[in-house]
């Protein structure tokens, strides 16, 4: 009885692992391998784009907090220039891009005139702020 259903099993069995077998050696490899989706090239274009784009946005942010106006104003504010500009570089992607353009919009405000100097010093002061607190979470 158990040699019976051996034979029953194992028939099927051997001509499906011999099927398998046969068509792994005759299927050309292209068929088994994948193509990428996304050519490497691409990638390294992706990636080298997002670092310059990120090294923009931190030399703005950088710039902004050197300047003379941020020196005195986070002085007044009792707030270490240097600890800032040192957490600049810990910042994510997106914070560093949000931080940079409100940086720059207060820097063209101040600029043109549609920012007086005590405007300026209390958006470096919440922008330092941010900084540091963002960094402090993490």
Do not use: W, Y
């Not at 299927?27 to 997002?50: E, I, M, N, T, Y």
């Not at 005590?118 to 993490?138: E, F, K, Y």
């Amino acid at each position: 009885m158990k040699r019976l259903i051996l034979l029953r099993l194992g028939l099927p069995l051997g001509i499906l692992f011999l099927l398998l077998f046969t068509i792994s050696f005759t299927c050309p490899r292209q068929v088994f391998a994948q193509d990428h989706v996304v050519a490497p090239s691409d990638l390294q274009k992706d990636v080298a784009g997002a670092s310059a784009t990120r090294e923009k946005n931190q030399t703005r942010l950088e710039e902004f907090v050197s300047s003379p106006e941020a020196q005195h104003a986070l002085k007044s504010a009792h707030l270490d220039a240097g600890q800032v500009k040192n957490a600049i570089p810990q910042l994510s992607d997106d914070d560093l891009a949000q931080l940079s353009a409100r940086a720059e919009k207060a820097q063209r405000d101040f600029s043109a005139g549609r920012m007086s100097d005590r405007d300026l010093i209390i958006i470096l002061i919440a922008i330092a702020a941010l900084i540091l607190i963002i960094v402090a979470v993490r």
